[in-house]
């Protein structure tokens, strides 16, 4: 069984810091895409970041340059260091094993249930 327990959010000031944590049991992060996606009150879920397999991120273009995410294969646990946070930032982020970005990025109207698994989510709010 698959599990997927994130950690780290809470509230953070804008131009503030959080490091979000995701451990998994079940799966190997090393074998699959990893992401970290997102969804703010009200909106649709939005993918953040992504791990390959073999180890290459990529980013939406509303983090790059402010967001970092890693993998360590040992620990089996996959990070976001979220810098520079803004307002627009605030949503409940989520670790997802998916398929490939090709394959995510074309699906109108994302959804956790497009994921293969998926946690609880942990809350960021950046505010003043």
């Known amino acids: 069984q698959v599990q997927l327990v994130e950690s780290g959010g809470g509230l953070v000031q804008p131009g503030g810091s959080l490091r979000l944590s995701c451990a998994g049991s079940?799966?190997?992060?090393?074998?699959?895409?990893m992401y970290w996606v997102r969804q703010a009150p009200g909106k649709g879920l939005e993918w953040v970041s992504v791990?390959?397999?073999?180890?290459?991120?990529a980013y939406a273009d509303s983090v790059r340059g402010r967001f970092t995410i890693s993998r360590d294969n040992a620990k089996n646990t996959l990070s976001l260091q979220m810098n520079t946070l803004k307002p627009e930032d605030t949503a409940r982020y989520y670790c997802?094993?998916?398929?490939?970005?090709?394959?995510?990025?074309?699906?109108?109207?994302?959804?956790?249930?497009?994921?293969?698994?998926w946690g609880q989510g942990t809350q960021v709010t950046v505010s003043s």
């Open positions: 791990i390959r397999p073999g180890g290459i991120p």
């Open positions: 997802a094993r998916g398929n490939s970005l090709q394959t995510i990025v074309s699906i109108p109207r994302l959804q956790l249930t497009d994921f293969r698994s």
């Open positions: 079940g799966i190997a992060f090393s074998n699959y895409w």
